[in-house]
């Protein structure tokens, strides 16, 4: 592990190579996520406030290093976004290793063209594993891990993550004063590719009844016949939540495949949700719904909780570039902000605690 950034904001950033003030390239990849915005306004404005830096935002991803499309960013470009949702800079899936192509020389193109000296990428487990592949190539870089998803390694906790899990949790809230009128069993299905971690902590703070992760592959004769000992016990209605990535053990259950890949191979997900509504009312005889929350929980203003982890990776970022800690990602330990090899944190994706599974199990009445 590389030691926590410097944790004085005032402090002077060392000079950058040559002694110089340096241009450093930001840009935002993968799927949006609430912060990003509160990201961008940090590394700027730490770097500003020393005076040597200045910065250049590409646009859309990698796609924007790609074509070399980018804009300045200054304080007055970054003014004002703190709160907004989404990112200035615009997204994409672009694999620049695509399909076998190599673009690590395009990037140094665009670099020098640009004279960048480095690069901060914001983004999950896709992103930044283009972004190690381009540190081996010897490119300067630090990277800010982003996902709501929450699964990224490294990291205690990504930015996004409190926000989606609170919209989540309105919605369960919201789902449970209209099953409990109808008597209906209510499935929602959140997002959660690889992990359940927005599925298991909205579930938990919502009270739901059944929560389904990709890491336990579920048996629907179980959650079915769990359903009907709840319903006999004189409820008269259920909350089941869903990661999108969840899974129904093999054979157990016919799911919908969808064989639409993205530029890093991941399948569309979202469907399960459907699934379970039409097994679960032919099963049990009790009406259900589905609501897929979808991209919802993606959207908007981020909770307050997400401006600050996003507003102290950005700050972290900046001093790490400034300290050439090249290879290396902002991260959250414990309540520390420190550096991570990139090679670490893209080890392995960081999957659901089992204790906090089983402490929202206690509550599946
Ligand atoms: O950012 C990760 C994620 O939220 C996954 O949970 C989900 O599968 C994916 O993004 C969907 O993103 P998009 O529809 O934008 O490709």
């Known amino acids: 592990m590389t030691p926590a950034a410097a944790p004085l904001p005032d402090a002077p950033l060392p000079d950058a190579p040559g002694g110089r003030g340096a241009r450093i390239g930001l840009l935002t990849g993968g799927g949006d996520c609430p912060g990003l915005n509160a990201v961008i306004r940090a590394v700027v404005r730490r770097g500003l406030a020393d005076g040597r830096y200045s910065f250049v935002g590409f646009l859309h991803g990698w796609a924007g290093v790609l074509e070399n499309q980018a804009i300045e960013l200054t304080r007055q470009s970054t003014a004002g976004i703190l709160p907004r949702g989404g990112t200035i800079l615009g997204t994409s899936r672009t694999n620049p290793y695509a399909g076998g192509s190599d673009g690590t020389a395009a990037v140094r193109r665009t670099l020098s063209d640009r004279g960048v000296d480095a690069?901060?990428?914001?983004?999950?487990?896709?992103?930044?594993?283009?972004?190690?592949?381009?540190?081996?190539?010897?490119?300067?870089?630090?990277?800010?891990?982003?996902?709501?998803?929450?699964?990224?390694?490294?990291?205690?906790?990504?930015?996004?993550?409190?926000?989606?899990?609170?919209?989540?949790?309105?919605?369960?809230?919201?789902?449970?004063?209209?099953?409990?009128?109808?008597?209906?069993?209510?499935?929602?299905?959140?997002?959660?590719?690889?992990?359940?971690?927005?599925?298991?902590?909205?579930?938990?703070?919502?009270?739901?009844d059944a929560i389904l992760v990709p890491e336990r592959p579920f048996d629907i004769d179980e959650v079915v016949a769990h359903l009907r000992r709840r319903h006999a016990s004189g409820r008269s209605f259920s909350i089941v939540v869903v990661a999108e990535g969840a899974a129904p053990r093999e054979g157990t259950m016919q799911t919908h495949e969808d064989t639409e890949t993205d530029a890093f191979g991941h399948p569309r997900l979202g469907g399960i949700g459907v699934t379970l509504e039409g097994e679960i009312e032919l099963r049990t005889g009790f009406e259900s719904r589905v609501t897929i929350l979808g991209h919802v929980q993606r959207g908007g203003t981020p909770v307050a909780f997400d401006r600050v982890l996003a507003t102290r990776f950005g700050v972290a970022?900046?001093?790490?570039?400034?300290?050439?800690?090249?290879?290396?990602m902002v991260a959250l330990s414990g309540t520390d902000i420190v550096g991570v090899e990139l090679e670490e944190a893209l080890r392995e994706p960081k999957l659901l605690d089992p204790e906090l599974y089983e402490t929202a199990e206690l509550f599946f009445g």
């Open 119 to 208: 690069l901060i990428p914001i983004g999950g487990e896709d992103t930044l594993g283009v972004a190690l592949r381009l540190h081996r190539d010897g490119i300067p870089i630090v990277g800010v891990p982003k996902t709501i998803d929450n699964d990224l390694g490294g990291t205690d906790v990504t930015f996004g993550f409190q926000t989606a899990v609170q919209i989540a949790t309105d919605a369960i809230d919201r789902l449970h004063t209209t099953a409990e009128s109808h008597n209906r069993v209510m499935v929602v299905e959140v997002m959660g590719r690889h992990a359940g971690w927005i599925a298991t902590h909205a579930g938990l703070a919502g009270g739901a």
């Open 317 to 328: 970022a900046m001093e790490a570039v400034a300290r050439e800690r090249f290879g290396t």
